[in-house]
């Protein structure tokens, strides 16, 4: 089956069955955490990515949040941050942030599907995969960014410009 067939079969499902289905049909390890979130970890190149989509039926958005391992030493917090702007700059969807509590870096994205709109298969599929290829892609960056030894031009510079394989 593949996310076309989704779209196919459950039109009108919820945001959160139609992840599940995605999540089963790839073998994906998930946890369905309540009615309107699920989580999930999907192995990448460079991490494990942790995600969690929420379908938040007032504002009628799924959000999605993914996050991976990557702790900032202590003084180079700011060369991450300035790396993370320059890697929102070039994405069209999508953006990372840090949440300097947990020490994480974040990618968060939302789907807005305001008037009644339906998610398909084909969308919520390619809304996980894209996030998954900007971990992937700005992973190294944000590696050497941590690290403190280049500009942030040099890190932008090494992101590959699309990862290979599909999540």
């Known amino acids: 089956m593949d996310a076309q ?3 196919l079969d459950f039109e009108d499902a919820d945001p959160i069955d139609l992840v599940e289905s995605l999540a089963t049909h790839n073998a994906w390890e998930f946890d369905r955490v ?6 999930m970890i999907i192995e990448g190149q460079w991490q494990s990515y942790s995600l ?4 938040s039926p007032m504002d009628e958005t799924l959000r999605l949040i993914c996050t ?3 702790t900032p030493p202590e ?3 700011a060369q991450l941050l300035d790396v993370i702007d320059g890697a929102n700059d070039r994405l069209w969807s999508g953006s ?3 949440w300097a509590a947990q020490k994480m870096i974040v990618f968060r994205y939302g789907l807005n599907l305001a008037g009644g709109a339906h998610a398909s298969g084909w969308q919520i599929d390619e809304m ?3 996030a998954v290829d900007a971990c992937e892609r700005y992973y190294p960056a944000f590696q050497l960014a941590c690290r403190g030894e280049t500009s942030r031009d ?3 510079g090494i992101a590959i410009s699309g990862a290979y394989g599909r999540a």
Do not use: K, V
């Open 5 to 7: 067939e989704l779209t």
């Open 34 to 39: 309540a009615d309107n979130q699920i989580a």
């Open 75 to 77: 003084g180079t917090r």
């Open 128 to 130: 996980i995969a894209n």
């Open 68 to 70: 991976f391992d990557l």
């Open 154 to 156: 040099e890190a932008l």
């Open 52 to 55: 969690s989509l929420a379908w």
């Open 96 to 98: 990372f942030t840090t």
